[in-house]
Nanobody
Framework: QVQSVESGGGLVQPGGSLRLSCVVSGRIVSIYTMAWYRQAPGKERELVARIRSGGSTDYKDSVQGRFTISRDNAKNTVYLQMNSLTPEDTAVYYC???????????????WGKGTLVTVSS
């Protein structure tokens, strides 16, 4: 019903940058909140950044000023620009969307499959 393609993960040295992308497709009527979560080994999944349909954003304290979330509503795409990466940012990053799908205009939460970000020298 809903699918996504996440890209941009990989191996980067400390201090480096990556840009994650997530394109959501399917029988989508509208998308409200889009977000990125991450889960490091042995830890719980946590919110990294969130962007609402109106453009307001929230960030995890430790990424504030280093990460920037944005979205392209015409393309049903959410981005995460990550700068000044540290080893503590190593995790699987998951795309998230709260959206309305056809044909019954049902609300649902959608999770992507995740993309691995490894920060290491």
């Amino acid at each position: 019903q809903v699918q996504s393609v996440e890209s941009g993960g990989g191996l980067v040295q400390p201090g480096g940058s990556l840009r994650l992308s997530c394109v959501v497709s399917g029988r989508i009527v509208s998308i409200y909140t889009m977000a990125w979560y991450r889960q490091a080994p042995g830890k719980e999944r946590e919110l990294v950044a969130r962007i609402r349909s109106g453009g307001s954003t929230d960030y995890k304290d430790s990424v504030q000023g280093r990460f920037t979330i944005s979205r392209d509503n015409a393309k049903n795409t959410v981005y995460l620009q990550m700068n000044s990466l540290t080893p503590e940012d190593t995790a699987v990053y998951y795309c998230y969307a709260y959206l309305i799908v056809a044909p019954q205009n049902s609300a649902m939460y959608y999770w992507g499959k995740g993309t691995l970000v490894t920060v290491s020298s």
